[in-house]
C-alpha cells in the first residue's frame, strides 16, 4: 500500500442487533460509518434506519455519513455500453455500469479522503459483501490502489481480492463477457 492509499472496511448490517453491530466495528478499529445503501431505512431493523444511526452511533463514537451516490439499486442504462455484459446479475450489471459515471466517481473520491483521517467502514445492509454491491466499490477501491477488508461476524477480516471477472481500466473495472477462445476445439 502507498503512502497515498487508504485502508476501508466493509461491513453488513444483516439482522445484528445494534451494540452488536458496534461492537462488530469498534473492535475492527472503525470510527467512521459510510452507510452506502441507497434508501437507508429498515422496517425489519428499524435500528438501522438513517435517521436512528445519525442520532446514536455519535454517543457510541462513531461517525456516521450517507453516501447516496454510492448506494445499490440502479436502473441500467438506456443504452447500456456493454462493458460490464459479464456479470449475469442485472442488478450488479446495472451497478457496475453506475460506477463509471461521475457522481460515483466523485463520492469514491470523497470516501477515500475521509479514510485519510477517519478508520471506515462501508455499510450495507446485505451481511456477505460478495452478494452486495460492496463488492464492487471494493474493486474500484482496489484498482484504484487502496486496501480493502470485509467484516464478516467475529472472524478475522478478509482482504478483497480484485473480483477474477473484472477488468481495470483506467476508468475503473469493467466486466466484459467471456472471451471464446480462438482455437475453441468443437
Known amino acids: 500500500m502507498s503512502s497515498a492509499s487508504v485502508e476501508i472496511r466493509t461491513v453488513g448490517h444483516s439482522v445484528l442487533g445494534f451494540d452488536s453491530f458496534v461492537s462488530l466495528v469498534k473492535d475492527a478499529g472503525v470510527s467512521g460509518l459510510a452507510d452506502v445503501r441507497r434508501f437507508p ?36 442504462p438506456r443504452q447500456s455500453p456493454g462493458l460490464n455484459g459479464g456479470l449475469r446479475v442485472g442488478g450488479f450489471r446495472a451497478y457496475a455500469d453506475y460506477a463509471l459515471t461521475p457522481p460515483f466517481r466523485d463520492a469514491l473520491q470523497a470516501l477515500i479522503e475521509w479514510a485519510r483521517s477517519t478508520p471506515v467502514a462501508v455499510c450495507c445492509a446485505e451481511a456477505l459483501w460478495w452478494q452486495c454491491h460492496r463488492r464492487i466499490i471494493a474493486d474500484h477501491l482496489v484498482t484504484a490502489g487502496h486496501r480493502v477488508l470485509h467484516l464478516v461476524g467475529q472472524g478475522a477480516p478478509a482482504a478483497h481480492e480484485l473480483w477474477d471477472l473484472a477488468r481495470a481500466t483506467p476508468a475503473g473495472p469493467v466486466y466484459p463477457p467471456a472471451q471464446p477462445e480462438l482455437f475453441d476445439a468443437g
Do not use: I, K
Open 41 to 76: 431505512v429498515s422496517r425489519r431493523h428499524p435500528h438501522f434506519n438513517r435517521a436512528v444511526l445519525e442520532e446514536l452511533l455519535p454517543a457510541a463514537g462513531l461517525e456516521y455519513r450517507w453516501f447516496e451516490d454510492l448506494g445499490g439499486r440502479r436502473s441500467a
